[in-house]
């Protein structure tokens, strides 16, 4: 439902202002809107002016803003930690952290540029092991001989491989021996040795071909390749060994000071909001005024708190919502009990205005019932009960689950009452098995009257939303509107009338006369609405034959559960057949679940709602206060 606001209007003393908003900001109840200060009559000698902040909160101001900017920037630089908040009061240290967090600042961007220098280099070495650890098994291959230059290089792909094998024998005459091996990132490396008097030779060949030689650290250039493999080894282990230090300098640094910076974070974006929120607020010589929105249920509590806070001083009025605030009155919507697990539905649609309806209840009611009648089996109810209870009962923290749910367990139960009144459990299996027979109709084999079924709930649907609509233009006193809808009512069930009287003729049904009557209606409807009446009530009709869905896609869903059966059956193997049935009983439960769910939504989102729900409200704000 919709909560019922109320329009207020704030006075007080200007020097109380900034003390009555910190309390609005606590209560969290209160929603400033300086549109409605615009239609604020005074005194001739009186005028409203927007709040000018006078040098002292100015240079407030202007010293929390830098303060906030340079804590956010060493917040972000420091790791996040886990020892709760701190309970400093931050305003009486304000110049302390002022003098303090420059220091840290610098001390924390130099420990996360040495950090992150630090990892970058732990990064290169922990490459050239990988490098090198795969070319160790090919040294076993080299020829014994201790007059060899080694290189190791990187290898695009094999062609590669294969043109630079043949351009290095050739340049060394074929004093030069190459082989090749996979990383375990998968790069492609080879190990190119030759002799020592060719190597400047062979690095120049490299070059040429754009051939990329691991590069080593001056020390380790001239090792042996198992010595280069160790000595690599120990400046990574050495390296990992500074990171740790920066990290834990950082961790350390965190531990002590990030509840006290976060606390004052927040302790400043709260005292600047206030400053932004003075914007809202006109003053004249001596008070100040703010208007606004809040819920008619806590005005009585606001101006209570008022009350004690400024002795008198400062006074909340209520008053009267006019007509031409409707469309900027916030909306704010609050379902208990049955109806709140359908939130998740409604706010698919954007929020209504505060003069329409909230589409939750409506949505609890009648999607249940749809989505029973599409599905409409006592097997795939059961099922969908037993999913919803799990859902329900085991993620209780976890609304969204815990609310699909109970939707769905809703919608389960339906699914149950309808199976019964159609006969069906796991589609025919329960008439095969025992003896089962629908209490209403067999669905399907009775096409024509489930069709009848589906068409009399869409008329159902659709009048009262048009019902709804014409109460809607009366909230919003304009009769005339009102007047052309029940009208258009009116012409519908003339419509609806004179169809049952043509394919169904009963004595007392005459179709003459009601279309006689549709005939009388048009002209004052193209009066009221022009041309666009006709092609209104022609799609209102095609709205009402849209239900007929409901029949169909459950009249395929029967079929498919019959299927299941048959081909179980055909099987020959109770085991087989078993699997056979089920998997496709799955099939169809999945879009049992599926279809009946985006069918009936939409049959209300587009054929119901559109005919009375006004959208586009806005979402109810207020202020409040950030708790850390």
């Known amino acids: 439902m919709i909560i019922r606001m109320a329009k207020v209007e704030?006075?007080?003393?200007k020097q109380d202002l900034l003390s009555t908003l910190d309390l609005l900001h606590n209560r969290g109840i209160f929603q400033p809107d300086s549109?409605?200060?615009?239609?604020?009559?005074?005194?001739?000698d009186e005028q409203l002016q927007t709040l000018v902040l006078d040098e002292n909160e100015l240079r407030e101001r202007s010293f929390f803003q830098g303060l906030q900017e340079r804590v956010t920037n060493l917040l972000e630089l420091l790791p996040e930690v886990n020892n709760g908040i701190s309970p400093l009061q931050p305003l009486p240290v304000m110049g302390l952290l002022d003098e303090l967090v420059d220091q840290h600042l610098a001390t924390a961007r130099d420990l996360v540029r040495s950090l992150n220098e630090c990892r970058r280099n732990a990064e290169d070495l922990q490459h050239d092991l990988s490098f090198w650890e795969a070319l160790e098994p090919l040294l076993e291959n080299l020829p014994k001989t201790s007059n060899l230059e080694i290189f190791g290089v990187t290898i695009r792909d094999s062609r590669q491989l294969h043109n630079l094998d043949s351009l290095l024998q050739e340049r060394t005459q074929g004093r030069c021996y190459i082989s090749s091996t996979t990383t375990t990132d998968g790069t492609?490396?080879?190990l190119i040795a030759t002799d020592k008097a060719m190597a400047d030779g062979l690095r120049q060949a490299l070059t040429a071909e754009k051939v990329p030689e691991l590069s080593l650290p001056e020390e380790l250039v001239g090792l042996p390749l198992p010595q280069r493999i160790m000595a690599l080894h120990d400046k990574l282990k050495t390296q990992l060994g500074q990171c740790?230090?920066?990290?834990?300098r950082l961790m350390d640094m965190s531990r002590r000071w990030r509840p006290i910076y976060r606390r004052a974070l927040v302790w400043l974006e709260e005292r600047l909001a206030l400053y932004r929120a003075t914007a809202t607020a006109y003053t004249t010589r001596l008070c100040f005024i703010v208007q606004g929105w809040m819920a008619n249920h806590d005005v009585a509590s606001l101006q209570d708190d008022l009350n004690r806070s400024f002795s008198g001083r400062v006074v909340l009025e209520q008053l009267a919502i006019l007509e031409e605030d409707l469309d900027q009155v916030p909306v704010m919507l609050r379902n208990p009990g049955y109806f709140a697990p359908f939130e998740i539905l409604s706010r698919l649609l954007p929020l209504p205005k505060y003069s329409s309806y909230d589409p939750t209840p409506l949505i609890g009611l009648f999607f249940p019932v749809l989505f029973g009648m599409i599905l409409g089996d006592i097997g795939y109810g059961l099922i969908l009960l037993l999913l919803a209870f799990f859902l329900a009962k085991y993620f209780p923290a976890h609304k969204l689950t815990s609310d699909i749910g109970k939707v769905l367990g809703i919608a389960a139960l339906y699914t149950l009452v309808f199976g019964i009144l159609y006969g069906e459990l796991f589609g025919d299996l329960g008439k095969t098995?025992?003896?089962l027979h629908p209490v209403w109709f067999d669905r399907g084999k009775a096409v024509v009257p489930m069709i009848v079924f589906s068409l009399t709930v869409g008329v159902v649907h659709i009048l009262l939303g048009m019902t709804l609509g014409a109460l809607t233009e009366l909230r919003r006193h304009q009769p005339r509107k009102a007047l052309v809808k029940l009208a258009m009512l009116v012409a519908v069930i003339l419509m609806v009338l004179a169809l049952v009287g043509w394919f169904y003729p009963q004595s007392w049904l005459s179709t003459g006369p009601l279309l006689i009557g549709v005939g009388i209606l048009m002209p004052?409807?193209?009066?009221?609405?022009?041309?666009l009446a006709p092609l209104e009530l022609l799609k209102t009709m095609g709205n009402i034959i849209s239900y007929v869905r409901i029949m169909a896609i459950g009249f395929s869903s029967i079929l498919l559960a019959v299927v299941a059966n048959r081909l179980g059956g055909m099987t020959g193997d109770i085991m087989v057949g078993i699997l056979v049935g089920g998997t496709l009983h799955a099939f169809n439960l999945l879009l049992g679940v599926f279809a009946p769910t985006v069918h009936s939504l939409r049959l209300h989102y587009v054929?119901?709602?559109?005919?009375f729900l006004d959208l586009g409200g806005r979402r109810f704000e207020p202020w409040q206060k950030r708790h850390p």
């Open 10 to 13: 704030i006075v007080g003393p």
């Open 433 to 435: 098995w025992l003896g």
């Open 244 to 248: 740790n230090q920066f990290e834990g």
């Open 35 to 44: 549109q409605l200060l615009e239609r604020v009559e005074l005194v001739d």
């Open 188 to 190: 492609l490396i080879g």
């Open 524 to 531: 004052v409807l193209i009066a009221a609405e022009g041309l």
């Open 607 to 611: 054929e119901f709602f559109s005919k």
